[in-house]
């Protein structure tokens, strides 16, 4: 074969493999949940009729699909902001040299390095009702009744808040390193020039350097949500969904419907819920990714 | 406007560690247009960010208009200051740029866009208003730093190298525009640089630094027919001062000073000015043995090694307009010849300037 004839084929011989895995691992299984989203499909079921929307009409009758729909939604936006003024504030704090910087970047790190499920087995025993330390801590302190102190996990909006604290705790130093990188992207000469200019810190922070950060924030933002509303780990060990459902997401949902309840039609119904939400988010980033590079 | 004075200014980056800026006591004039010229790492960045509030003196005072800043934030001195980078906002346009620092003092808006279109106006940039930076030429980024600088009418201001992000054409017409415009204001004006022509055809007075001192402060004549050591002698003019040791001098003499005794009798009988006048007295005959020339149009350039006598085989510089049409073959000797008036002697210990020593 000629040196161009090789060209031609090294290319695609090189991508081959990268679509394979893509279309084995993501596009079959996508197919298939349709399929099934579409048909009566049980574990163990031979046959498959096709019942049209049946699946999704049953799906937005149960209250507890749409109390896990409204669940997904508080659990993604209320620990993205968290996370995302954390790491704004821990990137601030990790900027600038200081003796041990090192090692403290080393354990910020450590929450995202660490298995979930290790982690999240952990704050199971901190926010556990018998033996939670929080609340040994605030009983010798007086600041609960020693005879009925705070369930984290049994009382339901302990347990969303419980839920929604750890995953931010998770996903705290992955934003943290994305921001961390836009925060040194800045050149310094600009933060310097404003306060020459005779601005002060909060005018330099909120009008100069977190406009410039946008495009950066954007990226962790998004990154988070997808991670965030794809996501069961936390919830499926510290509460399973409980108490009564009120920590119940979509992933989780669909899980215990398709996986544990056995009703696969029903669970692939369920998480193709999370398309259009997941499929606007990856327009958005390829847009700023867009952008990004355009500038 | 105001005057910038500092006592004994200091700033020591790592203890222990030779200071960037060593005990520096300067004092502007009211208006003045001040360059702090030097090498790179000479401290003269670092002793304008002490200026500006962005660095923190180790030891020393800064005083500005009377009155000792060194506590107070960059904000509350109230200067204005233009970065070698621009440092312009990217995300605001150039509008947005220019009221900033109106902004951050709290001018009503309508206040705030008049005096961004008088600086606009200025600077002959009102048609950039509504673009981004990223949308402009060096020279147009220049000029939105600079209308930035002067929207607030500051009584002082700090120039990092301006000039040095704008290709060679450009910064020669940007540097008569500059030193105009600050000649119109009359704002008090540091400016620093490391490009000797900068400094001698913009600064009032120019202050030289190396090694985080000032080594010499003088208009730029002064500096240049009057170095105060063998520093500021070789680091003003191109071809530097060619300096010989004799004995416990260094005796020095700008290139232009050295010239063939052929040339002599013509410049003698003319003498331009009056100072040249005063200079023409006896000369000082040398041998020099050309080595190579250069030959850049206006002018010659002769390297070669001084012949016989106190100077045997010391290399020396001459430099002469290239209206002078004799021709020298490398390896040829000439007889050359410099003014006495024109030799500098300084100390070979401490290089700095000292009284004339008989040469022979």
């Known amino acids: 074969m000629s040196a161009m004839g090789r060209q031609r084929w090294l290319g695609p011989a090189m991508f081959l493999p990268a679509v394979l895995y893509v279309v084995a691992l993501v596009g079959v299984p996508f197919v298939l949940a349709f399929l099934y989203s579409v048909g009566d499909v049980k574990v163990g079921s031979v046959g498959y009729h096709f019942v049209g929307l049946h699946n999704f009409k049953s799906v937005l009758q149960s209250p507890t699909f749409l109390r896990s729909l409204r669940n997904s939604f508080t659990f993604t936006i209320a620990s993205q902001v968290l996370v995302l003024i954390g790491a704004n504030i821990l990137a601030l704090a990790l900027k600038n040299p200081f003796p041990g910087r090192r090692f403290v970047r080393f354990l910020i790190l450590l929450p995202w390095v660490a298995p979930v499920s290790i982690g999240s087995i952990g704050w199971k025993w901190i ?6 330390v929080i609340n040994w801590v605030l009983i010798r302190m007086h600041l609960v009744n020693e005879f009925s102190p705070p369930m984290y996990l049994g009382e339901p909006k302990l347990a969303m808040a419980s839920v929604i604290l750890v995953h931010a705790w998770h996903m705290l130093p992955f934003s943290t390193v994305i921001l961390l990188a836009g925060w040194t992207a800045i050149p310094k000469d600009i933060p310097e020039a404003a306060a020459v200019d005779g601005a002060g810190f909060f005018r330099r922070l909120f009008q100069i350097q977190l406009p410039m950060m946008l495009p950066i924030i954007n990226v962790a933002v998004l990154f988070g949500v997808i991670f965030t509303f794809t996501d069961m780990t936390v919830v499926y060990i510290l509460t399973r969904g409980g108490p009564y459902d009120t920590t119940q997401v979509l992933p989780s949902l669909a899980f215990f419907t398709g996986i544990l309840g056995s009703d696969l039609a029903e669970g692939a119904a369920i998480s193709l819920f999370l398309v259009p939400v997941l499929a606007l988010v990856a327009w958005l980033m390829l847009r700023s990714a867009h952008r990004a590079e355009v500038t | 406007m105001a005057i910038v004075q500092t006592r004994g200014l200091t700033k020591v980056f790592k203890k222990g560690e030779f200071g960037a800026v060593n005990d520096v006591n300067l004092e502007s004039r009211e208006g003045e247009f001040l360059v702090l010229l030097g ?19 180790t030891s020393g005072e800064i005083l500005i208009g009377g009155r000792v800043v060194n506590d107070l934030t960059p904000r509350e001195r109230r200067i204005a200051m ?42 002959g940039i009102p ?9 402009l030429s060096g020279g147009e980024r220049q000029r939105v730093a600079l209308a930035r600088a002067i929207v607030r009418e500051p009584s002082l201001f ?14 020669a017409s940007a540097r008569t525009e500059l030193e105009q415009f600050q000649k119109r204001m009359g704002t008090t004006t540091i400016y620093v640089t490391h490009d000797q022509v900068e400094a001698m055809a913009m600064g009032d007075r120019v202050a030289v630094m190396n090694k985080g001192s000032v080594r010499q402060i003088g208009t730029p004549a002064e500096v240049y027919d009057e170095p105060a050591d063998t520093f500021v002698a070789t680091f003003l003019g191109s071809p530097p001062m060619n300096l010989l040791e004799h004995g416990k001098v260094i005796v020095g003499f700008r290139p232009e000073h050295f010239f063939p005794v052929t040339h002599l009798a013509g410049q003698a009988a003319v003498p331009a000015d009056i100072r040249a006048a005063e200079r023409v007295g006896p000369y000082v005959p040398l041998k020099f043995r050309i080595g190579h020339e250069e030959y850049l149009g206006a002018e010659r350039i002769l390297y070669g090694e001084l012949d016989g006598g106190a100077f045997d085989s010391k290399t020396a510089i001459c430099r002469m307009s290239s209206t002078h049409g004799a021709s020298f073959p490398a390896g040829s000797v000439h007889a050359f010849a410099v003014r006495e008036g024109d030799l500098k002697f300084f100390d070979r210990e401490t290089g700095t300037r000292t009284s004339r020593v008989p040469l022979v």
Request: without cysteine; charged residues 25%.
């Open chain 2, 158 to 171: 700090l120039l990092d190298e301006p000039l040095s992000n704008l290709d060679a054409k450009l910064r």
């Open chain 1, 127 to 132: 926010l556990d009702s018998l033996y939670s």
């Open chain 2, 82 to 123: 233009v970065f070698q980078s621009y440092a312009l906002y990217p995300h605001l346009t150039v509008l947005g740029n220019i009221t900033f620092p109106l902004k951050a003092q709290g001018t009503p808006k309508a206040e705030r866009e008049k005096k961004a279109l008088w600086a606009a106006g200025l600077l």
């Open chain 2, 127 to 135: 048609h950039l208003m509504h673009r981004k930076p990223r949308e």
């Open chain 2, 39 to 57: 090498p790179s790492g000479s401290g003269k960045t670092t002793l304008l960010r002490m200026i500006a509030g962005l660095e923190e003196p």
